[in-house]
């Protein structure tokens, strides 16, 4: 039995043995009077075999077509194959009570070279010319004010499902994992990516998404703001790692340094003194 | 009040009555008329517009007769070779006429004639406006009116003027030899034609019938699957009928009747003409799913309001792919702007104000055709703006350094009941109101950022001491 698990291809074979001859298992157990323990390990084995079986499915997709990459090498690395996933959602959680803008807008402005970049601004606070010092493209922007998020949801499945938008970013304080999974769906039709922003009190709840991130406001110095992302999710990727991000309110300069802990913790010890 | 510009000078080419009474003619230029009345309205002059308006017209003047022609600038001749009988006499129709462009918010001149050239000259220039000419009067009525009643060009015109004929009976006294020679060839045909010595034939305006397709159902139907089909059957039907013209549609309006008669009708606008069955069905389930509705339908019609020729859609054979995602987009704009209605759906711009709040432009997708990709002369300034900018900035309280004079630094602020404490504070950044539009206060924007790293802009008004958050940078 050993030998069956540590070669994942293998399973699948002795399962559909198993199907043609239901005693092909259980030749190597000549009393079979355990019959109860061998369908629960049956039952165990089936489902890895659906697991690796969704699994090849979900990984063939995105392994021929390009990554995106940010630009930034920091968040490069961490990301699973180099870049981000193209046809997939990707979340952006924030602890604060507003959406964090600037991870996404960072991942809208690499995805723009190759398309239309489609904001939901439902809370109507997105400010362009912010977002135009920090590179994003304003002629290739489409803003979306959305009457109720009903509404929004439906625009933003729309904006994934359609080949010439290349990220659509999107807020949403509640979302339930059809919802989530319907927008994940239409990502892999249309081909762009999907950047959604949620409050971190959505961690535990289900996902569907490639990579999700935690972002959190540092101290930062005079004109310099500082945030922490953390890979929390990201089959692949470095997962648990963190990056500082930097930007430099005088000259827009960004940069994303990796592997600061000393620093985290040092701005913890910190909050937790005060 | 019409302009046309020529050369650098403004001249008009249409003043209304009340200018008029005040002394302006065509031919003056801006300035001066401006000298005469104070605070005229004036718009630019649109000969083309004007010609599509005429053509219009024409086709709408077709109920009166078969042959309705245009002739420009300003005239349509309706043959009315046996319209009498139909409308009774010539009198009641005229009658009939007049009223009508009148309720379509026209005045004209009017004349019956046996001769569109001497019709013309009695709607021009007869002092008694709807006169019918019976055969046997035309020269007769003619003969007073002057030579331009006869359709000529401006040149020939003049010269006539210089040799001193002025009315169409002394024309008719010069030896008709003499007449091209020095009028121009022009004069002696369109004598002719007035008096019928010469036909002058009409080409009528092709009658455009509106593309339309419609429905009705013995009972009221509800169920989706059936309003589909309806709405397949439709379009099917609609495009068989744009393809004979070699047009795509360009604006829709879908009219869904219910029960009690009432209407719901739903416009549809694209970017391009399209002919393409499942992009139109798409559209049609848009604007289908903003309709509420309690009861079933009994009639649905799909009209075309606009149509375009489709001859440029072959033309981008070497760009098919970045047409194709163009497309698309166009697609999906018009599906947004439909279920999301106008104003939903926006392209951003730099505008060139130095107030925060005015230093961008919001316009609507469908204005801004956002394929076509422009680029902006504008370079997004380089100083620090938030990424949220709250559409109205909030009063907050803010605790300030300890300072003898106005600049002291703020330290602490209260917002929505909880305290910050500012640990790194940059500015001010000193931006002045717009004191030529009345609102001349100044404000002192900062960026604070408080312990945890989270940072806003706010900003002080330097006349009242008073502090206000105006954006967050993102956190």
Known sequence: MNITLTRSTGILPVLEARQRNPRFLNSNRPHGQDARATNNFMRIIRSIGGILQTLSESEAGPRDSARILTGLSAIDALLPGGGLTPRAMHEILSPTDMPSLFLPLLFARSAAKTGWIVWCDFEKRFYPPAAAALGLPLEKLVLLRPTSEREQLWAATECLRSAGVAACVMSAARLSFIQARRMQLAAERGGGIGLLLRPAKAMSQPYAAATRWLVRPEPGERTLQRWSAQLIHGHGGRVGKSVLLEVCHETHHVRALAAMGHRTNRAQAAAASA | ?475
């Open chain 2, 1 to 475: 009040m019409l302009l046309r510009s020529v050369a650098s000078r403004q001249v008009v080419v249409f003043a209304c009555a009340r200018a008029r009474e005040r002394g302006i003619k065509p031919g003056m230029t801006l300035a001066e008329a401006r000298a005469m009345c104070h605070g005229l309205a004036h718009l630019d002059h649109d000969p083309a517009a004007d010609a599509r308006s005429l053509g219009r017209l024409a086709q709408w003047m077709i109920r009166y007769s078969p042959v309705a022609a245009v002739e420009p600038p300003d005239a349509i001749f309706l043959d009315m070779t046996g319209s009498q009988r139909l409308f009774g006499d010539f009198f009641p129709l005229m009658k009939r006429i007049s009223g009508e462009l009148a309720q379509l918010g026209f005045s004209a001149g009017l004349a019956i004639a046996p001769t569109p050239g001497a019709a013309w000259a009695m709607a021009s220039f007869a002092e008694k406006n709807g006169s019918i000419t019976g055969p046997e009067e035309v020269r007769a009525s003619l003969e007073p009116l002057p030579v331009i009643s006869l359709r000529l060009s401006e040149e020939s015109a003049a010269a006539m003027h210089l040799l001193g004929i002025e009315t169409i009976a002394q024309l008719q006294k010069l030896p008709r030899r003499l007449l091209p020679a020095r009028c121009g060839s022009m004069a002696l045909t369109r004598l002719d034609q007035a008096l019928g010595l010469i036909a002058e034939p009409l080409t009528g305006v092709q009658e455009r019938k509106q593309i339309r397709a419609a429905l009705e159902f013995e009972f009221s139907i509800e169920s989706l699957e059936m309003l589909w089909e309806v709405f397949k059957r439709l379009i099917a039907s609609v495009i068989s009928q744009l393809r004979r013209h070699g047009r795509g549609a360009r604006r829709l309006a879908l009219e869904m009747v219910i029960e009690k008669g009432r209407a719901i009708v739903k416009e549809i606008h694209l970017s391009r003409p399209s002919l393409n069955p499942p992009v139109l069905l798409n559209l049609l389930r848009c604007a289908f799913e903003t309709v509420k509705s309690n009861s079933g339908f009994i009639a649905i019609s799909l009209s075309v309001l606009a149509s375009e020729s489709l001859t440029d859609e072959q033309l981008d054979l070497f760009d098919q792919e970045a047409r194709a995602a163009d497309q698309e987009m166009d697609h999906l704009l018009e599906r947004l702007r439909i279920r999301l209605g106008t104003g939903a759906v926006l392209t951003a711009a730099l505008a060139p104000s130095h107030l925060p709040e005015r230093a961008f432009s919001l316009t609507d997708s469908s204005q801004a055709n956002p394929t076509r990709n422009k680029t902006s002369t504008l370079i997004a300034p380089l100083k620090s703006r938030p990424l949220h900018l709250l559409p109205t900035p909030t009063e907050i309280r803010a605790m300030v350094s300890p300072s003898a004079s106005g600049d002291a630094l703020p330290i602490a602020l209260v917002h929505h009941g909880s305290n910050f404490h500012i640990v790194q504070c940059s500015g001010p950044e000193i931006i002045s109101g717009m004191w030529w539009e009345g609102r001349g206060k100044t404000r002192e924007y900062f960026e604070v950022e408080e312990q945890t790293g989270r940072r806003f802009w706010i900003f002080r008004v330097s006349e009242t001491r008073r502090w206000f958050l105006h954006g967050i940078f993102d956190c």
